[in-house]
């Protein structure tokens, strides 16, 4: 039987919407949680922006409250609910249930792009067909960023085995018990940057000590 890794991703988040925000209190990521937050506003401002995968509206939510319009879009309607109860302005926000890797809802009108959490749950063979789709969803010269998490040994849940292709995977364990077994990569600085390739601009990627961020202009 193949194994539909995106399904199994898909469903995971949905199971575990309700507990997910949890993330975000881990005492020994504070800090650098507090330096995304800066980092997302000061980049963000005034712009409109796409945000792919928003999950439970976290960061949408910080983006929002200095963005001049933000469009967040995930697949599971059971987290957009969470997000949507976040009370955003509703001339602020507007939330779009649909598949990154079709984005068939969306326009092309975005002066940035904005997806957190979410690079580390595509494999490697789909890396580069997912970004340029959302680049395509772009304006000429848009921002983008992407924030993600750094492997830290003793913090990350351990890396369960890693398939032929390199990817790697974590059993992960709801409050209830259920298990899954999700696909989640750690790319270096220089895979992030092969994978963006050289026809951006401004490209920074910066490593904090439990995240990376990277942004960059498109063409
Ligand atoms: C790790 S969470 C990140 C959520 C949010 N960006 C954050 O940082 O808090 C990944 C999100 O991707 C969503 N997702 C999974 N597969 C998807 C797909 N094919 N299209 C759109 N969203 C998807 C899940 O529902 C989940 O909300």
Same mark, same amino acid.
């Given at each position: ?107 092309? %009108? ?44 003793? *913090? ?10 390199? %990817? *790697? ?15 989640? %990569? ?15 601009? %401004? ?17």
């Amino acid at each position: 039987m193949v194994r539909k890794i995106d399904k199994d991703i898909k469903q995971y988040y949905a199971d575990r919407a309700y507990e997910y925000n949890k993330t975000y209190l881990r005492p020994e990521r504070q800090k650098d949680i507090k330096k995304l937050h800066k980092l997302l506003t000061t980049l963000l401002k005034g712009h409109l922006v796409l945000e792919v995968a928003c999950g439970t509206g976290y960061w949408t939510k910080t983006i929002a409250s200095v963005s001049k319009f933000i469009t967040a879009v995930d697949v599971n309607d059971e987290v957009l609910q969470i997000a949507k109860s976040r009370r955003i302005p509703s001339d602020k926000v507007i939330y779009v249930q649909d598949d990154v890797y079709k984005l068939n809802k969306i326009q092309n %009108n975005f002066s940035a792009g904005f997806a957190g959490f979410w690079w580390s749950h595509i494999l490697k063979s789909k890396l580069k067909r997912f970004i340029a789709l959302f680049h395509s969803k772009l304006q000429p010269n848009a921002l983008v960023i992407f924030i993600d998490n750094r492997r830290v040994k003793g *913090s990350s849940t351990p890396i369960s085995r890693i398939d032929i292709h390199g %990817n *790697s995977y974590q059993i992960r364990k709801l409050e209830d018990g259920r298990e899954y077994e999700i696909l989640k %990569n750690f790319p270096t600085k220089k895979e992030i940057r092969e994978t963006i390739g050289n026809k951006v601009k %401004n490209l920074k990627i910066k490593f904090l000590t439990y995240f990376w961020i990277v942004s960059y202009n498109i063409e």
